[in-house]
């Protein structure tokens, strides 16, 4: 098994092979900004969208939203994140460095200019980003740019419920982007101000929230394996009553033994009745549900799982990446560095290598990457000898390998190599489709 990389080593491959990228690079950048690039985002929606399929078309009880990024105020003022949506923040008063107050030894020198009694008394520090609504800033509406996804979920519960007809216990799913205004973001993707959430809240009666509960946390765990993501370095942390957040009643954290330790991968919470009862007040809008058999009427209960979608790339690319000793052809082995996706997450399924430059190839090479770009996310790779670009491939994670060689031109067959195994087979053109179909 391979050893966990460090922080270092996943960030230089992340810019080196194009997943993600130092946000405003050419200008210096921005504090903890980071862009994702042709391999970062095809990994990145090929996540969203298994997560889409797994969590809402392969159920029954569940279906989606896509909201607006800007609500009313009133929404923030109704969920509480306007009164308790607060870091303790520190400031040195010899460098202004801003810390929060429960990350920091204020005993300590400063660990940005190091000098020591300089930090100023803990003040509370809202997390939600402001703007204004309106043309001229001092007549325009101050509204916030949204902290969770969750929200939306509750203010357009009524709306959902009647025209999806669906009957408690169902799920409403949410796949975007939320935004805080962290203190101390850090630790490359874990912690940014802007990232994006995949948020589920499951609406269910009164009574019997701990079946639920139990239920989701399993369906988390299996999700976990369906995504490549080690379960061994999976934790379930059990948060203390006196550490719960407003709203709930129980919340069990999955954490992930990442690079720079155990932290905080998804959550689970039973949020009880609160935010429809919160909506209803603030609102005058009557959230009462009625059961269509039983004829009961309630206000539903809510368990909420989160996943992060940046977090989960970051947990899969620390589980993926791999390095093995590989033969190589004078007999001898070298290091060989491997990103291990599952395939139908690989930012590419297949990759078409023509093995020479030749016009007859590349037109052989370039019909066949055509074809297989129709159902697969291709890559189509001409430069540098055949070895070095198998090995380029194993380091962005391509399942499969396809050259095609002078060979071809008479047999109409092609190569088709195994990133984990680099076992290699030569089969039919025609039939490479349904080869790989068959893999996936």
Not at 22 to 47: H, M, R, T
Not at 327 to 351: C, H, N, W
Not at 412 to 421: E, F, K, L, S
Request: contains cysteine; glycine residues 6%; aromatic residues 12%.
């Amino acid at each position: 098994m391979s050893e966990m990389p460090t922080m270092d080593t996943i960030v230089n491959l992340a810019k080196r092979r194009g997943f993600i990228f130092p946000g405003s690079e050419i200008y210096g950048g921005l504090a903890n900004s980071w862009d994702y690039g042709p391999l970062g985002v095809e990994l990145k929606n090929n996540i969203k969208r298994l997560w889409w399929k797994h969590f809402v078309h392969a159920r029954l009880d569940m279906v989606g939203i896509d909201a607006a990024l800007m609500m009313n105020p009133r929404v923030w003022e109704a969920s509480g994140h306007v009164e308790t949506f607060h870091d303790p923040l520190v400031e040195c008063k010899s460098c202004h460095a801003r810390f929060r107050a429960d990350h920091v030894d204020t005993a300590k020198p400063c660990q940005n200019c190091g000098k020591k009694g300089t930090f100023t008394d803990p003040a509370n520090f809202n997390l939600m980003f402001k703007t204004h609504l309106g043309p001229k800033q001092e007549d325009a509406t101050t509204v916030y740019l949204r902290p969770e996804t969750a929200q939306a979920m509750f203010v357009d519960f009524l709306n959902v419920a009647q025209t999806s007809r669906r009957r408690i216990p169902f799920g409403i799913a949410q796949v975007g982007k939320a935004f805080r205004n962290e203190i101390a973001p850090g630790n490359f993707i874990f912690r940014t101000r802007e990232f994006e959430q995949m948020e589920i809240e499951y609406f269910i009666p009164p009574k019997g929230w701990e079946e639920h509960f139990e239920t989701w946390l399993k369906a988390m765990h299996n999700w976990i394996k369906l995504c490549g993501i080690k379960t061994e370095l999976i934790h379930e942390f059990e948060v203390p009553k006196d550490e719960l957040a407003h709203y709930s009643k129980r919340t069990v954290d999955i954490q992930f033994d990442f690079p720079f330790g155990q932290e905080e991968l998804y959550g689970l919470a039973y949020r009880t009745d609160f935010d429809l009862k919160r909506h209803a007040e603030f609102s005058g809008k009557d959230m009462t549900y009625t059961d269509p058999i039983s004829n009961e009427k309630y206000i539903p209960h809510v368990v909420e799982p989160t996943f992060g979608v940046d977090r989960t790339l970051l947990a899969l690319l620390v589980s993926a990446y791999t390095e093995e000793d590989a033969p190589t052809a004078s007999g001898d082995s070298e290091k060989r560095i491997v990103m291990k996706f599952p395939p139908y997450l690989a930012p590419y399924q297949v990759a078409v290598l023509p093995l020479s430059k030749k016009p007859e190839l590349e037109e052989v090479a370039r019909k066949l990457a055509l074809d297989l770009a129709q159902k697969w996310s291709v890559d189509y790779d001409v430069t540098q000898s055949i070895g070095r670009r198998y090995r380029r491939q194993d380091e962005i994670g391509t399942p499969w390998c396809v050259t095609v060689d002078f060979d071809s031109l008479n047999d109409n067959q092609a190569t088709i190599r195994d990133r984990d195994t680099m076992k290699q087979e030569r089969i039919a053109i025609q039939d490479i489709p349904q080869y790989i179909q068959e893999k996936l």
